[in-house]
């Protein structure tokens, strides 16, 4: 599903971000990708997006060459992939309900099937009574868990996440990550970006820990 | 398709929903557009109406064949029914030696003094009042020059000289009403392209969560891209309201000057054709700056 080939990501600065990084995450595989702060968490998330570009190297996503994709491909890759944010990037004009639908908007769904993935998607996040509320009316996990439905609602077969629990206490980071627990037993492949180490000794799932901008962990899959 | 349609209004009401949510910068876009159209509109709609007056004056263009002495009668009938023939000509007048001499008696006040004279000094001439076809000047002059060439004709001239010069100042005064819609029109450009420019980077980071959902530019372009049709059509609208109440203002002053040389010309306000006329410019411009301002801005706007 996502394949990282020798990549390495060199920003303008003149930083090595990623160093010779290669692993092969397979369809409804679902891994934590962990790292002292400044790894290369964030760069490798951002590369499977092409917000950045490799520098070197291949990255395959869903069977699609994002090293070498046109810019007017990347919307269309984008729509394949739910990403939550640390910020979550919320829209603060919008309530729950529109939030959420955007990427359906986006992808030009009907208006009738809108409502009812919407209702859908908050129902998984416990949200369903919040969604006529404005972010700003809601707290910082149910912010969270509305990113969450936001990514899932046009069904991805791919989700990452960016510490999705970053300023949660223990409980409710729990529960987000349980949520995308659930979401991998769907079927959905999962790569979540985190510093919490208590939820890799809970899920037991593949991990891949960068160094330092150096895939030391994880590259072939074994587990735990 | 009615699903296309609707997601459009949608669209559309939203972008209306953007605009409203910053009346104040709205509004004073809408009145600077408004004012800027209303110049070049106003211009035009005068110059039509001067145009008009002068198509309607009492005094139009004529041009008088003075003959020379001792002419057979005979040809003098000929001479007149060939001019009549002309397509320029409106109707002709025939004034024989004799009527001019009656006419400038009357009129001079020398009367007695005019009978020592042992012959009639005046020459017959031919006056033709020229069609309103007819009424571009070089037409004129081309007949005046043509008549000149036979060889009953003493002189002919045309005498409403300020009729030429009214023309061309008008022609002139069209030009520049083009030269200056052209600048204005450029100005409206500027003027919604700021804003749009504002508003594209105010939204900044809903543009870059679009992006990174996997918006296209297209559908980010739209909102910004009816805003600015909007605001430009709001601006029409608003001139026509600046030229419908100046030019009311101006009716009173300008039908008494009216009064003062003919009487009964009523100027012609706004028409539906100059309203139509300013709304497609005004929409037109809006789309094309919002278009130059978006296709600048939301390629530099990227998902850190
Ligand atoms: N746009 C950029 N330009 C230059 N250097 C950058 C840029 N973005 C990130 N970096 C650098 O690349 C390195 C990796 O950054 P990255 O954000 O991927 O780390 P991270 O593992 O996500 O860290 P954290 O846990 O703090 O979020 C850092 O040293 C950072 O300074
Ligand atoms: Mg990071």
Redesign the interface.
């Known amino acids: 599903m996502i394949q990282f080939a020798q990549v390495s990501k060199r920003y303008e600065s003149g930083h090595e971000a990623l160093r010779n990084v290669s692993f092969f995450l397979e369809k409804r595989e679902m891994a934590f990708l962990i790292g002292r702060s400044g790894a290369g968490k964030s760069t490798l998330l951002k590369l499977i ?1 092409r ?1 950045e570009n490799v520098t070197q190297g291949q990255l395959i996503v869903n069977e699609r060459n994002v090293t070498r994709m046109k810019d ?1 491909h990347i ?5 394949e992939i739910g ?1 939550v ?1 640390q910020n979550h ?1 919320l ?1 603060h ?1 919008r309530t729950v309900f529109d939030n959420v639908a ?2 359906l908007v ?3 769904v ?2 009738r099937e809108i409502g009812r993935r919407v209702r859908a998607a908050l129902d998984k996040v416990d949200l369903l009574s919040k969604e006529r509320l404005y972010p700003i009316m809601l707290s910082g996990g149910e912010q969270q868990r509305v990113g969450i439905a ?1 990514a899932v609602v046009n069904r991805p077969p791919v989700l990452l996440a960016d510490e999705p629990t970053g300023n949660l206490d223990p409980l409710l980071s729990d529960e987000i990550m349980d949520i995308f627990h659930q979401f991998n037993q769907f079927g959905v492949t999962v790569l979540v970006a985190t510093h919490e180490y208590r939820h890799i000794d809970r899920l037991r799932k593949r991990v891949l820990e960068l160094d330092n901008g150096r895939l030391v962990r994880g590259a072939s899959e074994e587990h735990g | 398709m009615t699903e296309y349609l609707l997601r459009h209004v949608q669209v559309l009401l939203a972008s209306v929903g953007q605009l409203a949510r910053a009346p104040g910068s709205t509004l004073m876009t809408v009145c600077v557009i408004g004012i800027t159209l209303a110049l070049p509109a106003m211009l035009y709609l005068l110059v039509d109406n001067a145009k008009s007056v002068i198509r309607n004056w009492q005094g139009r263009p004529q041009v008088s064949v003075f003959l020379k002495q001792n002419v057979a009668e005979q040809d003098v009938l000929s001479l007149q029914q060939e001019l009549a023939r002309r397509p320029e000509t409106e109707s002709i007048e025939l004034i024989t030696s004799d009527e001019a001499l009656e006419e400038f008696k009357t009129r001079s006040g020398f009367g007695q003094a005019l009978d020592i004279l042992s012959e009639n000094p005046l020459p017959a001439s031919i006056v033709i009042h020229i069609s309103d076809d007819a009424g571009d000047p070089a037409v004129i002059e081309a007949l005046v020059r043509d008549i000149e060439t036979r060889p009953e004709v003493d002189l002919a001239q045309w005498d409403l000289a300020w009729v030429k010069r009214l023309h061309v100042i008008l022609k002139l005064v069209q030009r520049a009403v083009i030269v200056l819609a052209a600048l204005l029109g450029l100005a409206v450009i500027i003027i919604v392209s700021n804003t749009s420019r504002l508003a594209i980077l105010n939204r900044r980071d809903e543009i870059e969560t679009m992006k990174l959902i996997g918006a296209t530019d297209g559908f980010i372009r739209r909102p910004f891209l009816y805003g600015g049709v909007i605001q430009g059509v709001l601006g029409a609208v608003c001139a026509i309201i600046i030229v419908s109440v100046c030019l009311s203002l101006l009716d009173g002053p300008i039908a008494e000057l009216m009064a003062l040389y003919h009487g009964g010309f009523a100027m012609s306000g706004i028409n539906p054709r100059t309203i139509s006329m300013l709304l497609v410019a005004g929409g037109v411009l809006g789309w094309l700056a919002a278009r130059t301002a978006v296709g600048r801005h939301l390629r530099r706007i990227e998902p850190q």
Request: cysteine-free; overall charge positive.
């Open positions: 997006i917000v007017r919307p269309r890759l984008r729509r990403v944010f990037r829209l004009d955007l990427p986006v992808s030009g009907g208006h936001r």
